[in-house]
């Protein structure tokens, strides 16, 4: 089974609108971690939300986690053309010395 | 700004045949992992590297795979006798962070098409 789960798997909408990602996740974790991809390139980290936080900006990038629901989210606000990729959460589990990636958002900005 | 670079961009292979993968992670990074992503697929753990070591291994990281780092600049990931679904971009990445896993830095991959 999958440590993390993204939602949706697709998304579609018009430039300027408000992005919401969700991620959920399976085992105690000791940070999640948020990546983009561009098609066909490397991942690039976003934002790093620790346990005990419940919430953390970047620019136009709002994370929140609640471990009480093991899920996530990532906003992406007034979002442009340029922020059409695939989004990615990962997680660490405790204990453990890699990031589990889940399946990912695709998302597009149509002008 | 220090990045991970990875070579080749693309390679093409023979069922069978051994293929490595070179890293230069970033100068300072301690820690280093390989992951691969089938085309359109997640993005799976393969391998993290710590002190000359592997720390952690997937399923997937079976006795056909192998890491070294040779000179202390270079990671490399090695299949031994590449299979038809080995084709995949594999991606390097690195981390400061010791102890708990922070941020990674990744490459821009390796596409293996194995034939």
């Known amino acids: 089974s999958q440590q993390g789960e993204e939602d949706p798997q697709a998304l579609s909408i018009q430039e300027g609108e408000n992005a919401t990602m969700n991620c959920s996740y399976k085992?105690?974790?000791?940070?999640l971690q948020w990546y983009r991809q561009n098609s066909g390139r490397g991942l690039v980290h976003l934002i790093l939300?620790?346990?005990?936080?419940r919430e953390k900006h970047s620019g136009r990038l709002r994370v929140t986690l609640d471990t009480s629901k093991k899920s996530s989210s990532l906003l992406i606000t007034a979002s442009r053309a340029a922020d059409t990729a695939s989004y990615f959460c990962a997680t660490v589990m405790q204990g453990a010395q890699k990031l589990v990636f889940g399946q990912g958002t695709r998302l597009t900005i149509n002008p | 700004e220090p990045e991970v670079t990875q070579t080749p961009s693309h390679q093409v292979t023979q069922m069978g045949q051994e293929v490595i993968l070179r890293c230069v992670p970033i100068s300072n990074h301690l820690y280093f992992y390989w992951y691969r992503q089938i085309l359109g697929q997640k993005v799976e753990f393969l391998v993290s590297f710590y002190n000359n070591e592997i720390s952690e291994k997937s399923e997937i990281f079976d006795d056909q795979f192998s890491v070294e780092r040779p000179d202390g600049s270079n990671f490399t990931l090695k299949i031994r006798s590449t299979k038809l679904e080995d084709s995949a971009m594999y991606f390097c990445?690195?981390?400061?962070?010791?102890?708990?896993?922070?941020?990674?830095?990744f490459g821009e991959g390796s596409r293996l098409t194995v034939l």
């Open positions: 939300i620790r346990s005990n936080e």
């Open positions: 990445a690195s981390s400061v962070a010791e102890g708990e896993v922070g941020e990674l830095f």
């Open positions: 085992t105690s974790i000791n940070n």
